[in-house]
């Protein structure tokens, strides 16, 4: 019956899953949001999510450190955004079609490494939640959003984070400046590619990061394609938060409640067929990017190229 989804077990449930599970759209969402805000559009997260989730899980497995699976799951994510950066800044390529061609690459790059190196599903020892002391002893609240592991405190510590270093830092006004108008800020001085590489490599190690939280923290886990959209999902989330931080916090929150609803629905058997419950999450991203279009600017100069006169 459907009325088993309003009980409280049920709700602590989607509550607290629905926290944890927002995690890699924090991390790519806000890494997006960095590129998007200087004017570098980069649909190849979701192809950069994979290799990090790849790279995490596999180091991870063979050296017993998880540290190390995160810090490989940086660099691999660094290599993508640079390699996105210098296709889109410096050779001035439609950052749409290169977007789409490093998704691609990822995602056969992923696939290829686990039918190499580890030819089935495997599991690892991952990240185990870690109480706050005190706070983690308050009813309800303690168990949703003190309980959790590293990851999912660091994304939400990493919130607050961007938008300060987005708003009130010298960097970030740069970040906004070429953003909007870059003719401007290189009149002023201001090294417009430079920014715009250090904001992708910037998205593409939280994109890294975004995976490795799937395969070492959520889900102890790598298959192909593990993500399964939520890296397209997260540039989405970008355009519902209008280009913000927290912005982006509101719409991964929404997008993870109703992707731990539809999990419960199954878990439940509840009479509603799966295959409507596993596509709640897409149909939601189609309606947040209908309205986004509607009530948000995007930056001026997002999607293109600069090219310095004289």
Same mark, same amino acid.
């Given at each position: 019956?459907? /009325?088993?989804?309003?009980?409280?077990?049920?709700? $602590?449930?989607?509550?607290? /899953?629905?926290?944890?599970?927002?995690?890699?759209?924090?991390?790519?969402?806000?890494?997006?949001?960095?590129?998007?805000?200087?004017?570098?559009?980069?649909? *190849?997260?979701?192809?950069?999510?994979?290799?990090?989730?790849?790279?995490?899980?596999?180091?991870?497995?063979?050296?017993?450190? $998880?540290?190390?699976?995160?810090? &490989?799951?940086?660099?691999? !994510?660094?290599?993508?955004?640079?390699?996105?950066?210098?296709?889109?800044?410096?050779?001035?390529?439609?950052? *749409?079609? /290169?977007?789409?061609? %490093?998704?691609?690459?990822?995602?056969?790059?992923?696939?290829?490494?686990?039918?190499?190196?580890?030819?089935?599903?495997?599991?690892?020892?991952?990240?185990?939640?870690?109480?706050?002391?005190?706070?983690?002893?308050?009813?309800?609240?303690?168990?949703?959003?003190?309980?959790?592991?590293?990851?999912?405190? !660091? &994304?939400?510590?990493?919130?607050?984070?961007?938008?300060?270093?987005?708003?009130?830092?010298? %960097? *970030?006004?740069?970040?906004?400046? =070429?953003?909007?108008?870059?003719?401007?800020?290189?009149?002023? !001085?201001?090294?417009?590619?430079?920014?715009?590489?250090?904001?992708?490599?910037?998205?593409?190690?939280?994109?890294?990061?975004?995976?490795?939280? #799937?395969?070492?923290?959520? #889900?102890?886990? %790598?298959?192909?394609?593990?993500?399964?959209?939520?890296?397209?999902?997260?540039?989405?989330? =970008?355009?519902? *938060?209008? +280009?913000?931080? +927290?912005?982006?916090?509101?719409?991964?929150?929404?997008?993870?409640?109703?992707?731990? $609803?539809?999990? +419960?629905?199954?878990?439940?058997?509840?009479?509603?067929?799966?295959?409507?419950? =596993?596509?709640?999450?897409?149909? #939601?991203?189609?309606?947040?990017?209908?309205?986004?279009?509607?009530?948000?600017?995007?930056?001026?100069?997002?999607?293109?190229?600069?090219?310095?006169?004289?």
């Amino acid at each position: 019956m459907i /009325s088993e989804l309003f009980t409280a077990q049920v709700l $602590l449930g989607i509550l607290t /899953s629905g926290i944890r599970l927002a995690t890699p759209y924090l991390y790519a969402g806000i890494g997006e949001t960095f590129g998007q805000r200087s004017g570098v559009l980069n649909l *190849g997260v979701e192809g950069q999510m994979l290799v990090g989730a790849f790279a995490a899980f596999y180091v991870a497995r063979i050296t017993g450190n $998880l540290g190390l699976g995160l810090l &490989a799951a940086l660099f691999v !994510g660094a290599l993508m955004g640079l390699a996105m950066a210098f296709v889109s800044i410096t050779l001035r390529a439609k950052q *749409g079609i /290169s977007g789409i061609g %490093f998704f691609l690459f990822g995602l056969g790059l992923s696939d290829l490494l686990f039918q190499t190196l580890l030819g089935s599903v495997q599991t690892v020892s991952g990240f185990r939640p870690l109480a706050i002391p005190l706070l983690s002893k308050i009813p309800v609240l303690g168990e949703v959003f003190f309980n959790q592991n590293l990851l999912v405190y !660091g &994304a939400y510590l990493l919130v607050p984070l961007a938008a300060f270093v987005m708003d009130k830092t010298t %960097f *970030g006004l740069k970040i906004r400046a =070429v953003g909007e108008n870059p003719e401007a800020a290189d009149s002023l !001085g201001v090294n417009v590619s430079l920014v715009r590489y250090i904001t992708v490599t910037i998205g593409g190690m939280l994109s890294g990061l975004a995976g490795a939280s #799937l395969s070492i923290a959520l #889900l102890n886990v %790598f298959q192909q394609n593990l993500t399964s959209g939520l890296g397209f999902i997260a540039v989405a989330l =970008v355009y519902f *938060g209008g +280009w913000r931080p +927290w912005g982006v916090l509101a719409g991964a929150l929404l997008f993870s409640m109703v992707n731990a $609803l539809q999990l +419960w629905v199954q878990v439940l058997g509840l009479p509603i067929p799966s295959e409507f419950a =596993v596509m709640m999450p897409y149909v #939601l991203t189609i309606v947040a990017l209908v309205v986004a279009v509607q009530r948000v600017r995007p930056p001026t100069a997002l999607t293109k190229p600069f090219i310095r006169e004289g």
